[in-house]
């Protein structure tokens, strides 16, 4: 199957025509506009080299914040940092630092991974889009410093996971599970995880079909 090569028009070929792996295009461009077009559409961007990709996998791994799963030690680690103990607690934070957790995702080092899809151009487009409001970030501190934090895009009643840091244990999952919390509050439906991961599993995150995936969005997103 022959992959589409984007210019200066802003489209997008039918996320049907995809590779097997998901695979929907190449070149293009990282601006606020396509951008968010890709993400309505449910694509998105992955850097291999000096190329930008863009992806739209099937099946699609999601989550439903109604489903989420919280384990047995989790919940006594939220419960934990909740009483009033001699040592610093872990503090949580939304779209405080915004910047800060992008360049840690970036900059992270991931086990069986050489190097990172966040290049430069895609720090600064996401930073743009945070400061055009559809970019967000969760923070987890410890006595004045990032430690944790999870970043994505906002549309609608749908949150789409880009990536997330931690520098100590847990922090990375008390950012996570309270950001869906959160989430859930304020009328997000669907957390688009991307790809499959046992971690994400482990909160009940589940595949789902690209058809389904992609009607979902049509709803969440285009009526909000």
């Known amino acids: 199957m022959a992959l589409w090569v984007l210019d200066k028009d802003l489209s997008f070929p039918p996320v049907d025509t995809a590779q097997p792996d998901g695979l929907l295009a190449m070149g293009g ?98 930073i743009r889009l945070h400061e055009m409001g559809y970019a967000h970030s969760a923070e987890v501190w410890k006595e004045g410093k990032l430690v944790g934090g999870v970043y994505g895009i906002r549309l609608g009643k749908v949150f789409f996971g880009e990536s997330m840091f931690s520098k100590i244990s847990n922090a990375s999952r008390v950012a996570f599970i309270n950001y869906i919390k959160l989430l859930a509050e304020e009328g997000i439906e669907l957390i688009d995880c991307q790809v499959y991961t046992d971690y994400l599993e482990s909160f009940g995150a589940r595949m789902i079909s690209r058809k389904e995936f992609c009607t979902k969005l049509k709803f969440l997103i285009s009526h909000y």
């Open 29 to 126: 461009d990282l601006s606020p506009e396509r951008l968010l077009l890709a993400y309505r559409h449910g694509i998105f961007p992955w850097y291999e080299g000096e190329f930008i990709l863009w992806w739209c996998p099937d099946p699609r791994f999601v989550l439903f914040p109604n489903e989420l799963k919280i384990n047995r030690s989790t919940r006594s680690l939220l419960k934990k940092n909740k009483m009033e103990t001699s040592e610093q607690q872990l503090e949580f934070s939304v779209n405080k630092s915004f910047n800060e957790v992008i360049h840690h995702c970036k900059k992270i080092m991931r086990p069986g991974q050489d190097g990172t899809w966040i290049t430069d151009e895609m720090e600064a487009a996401y």
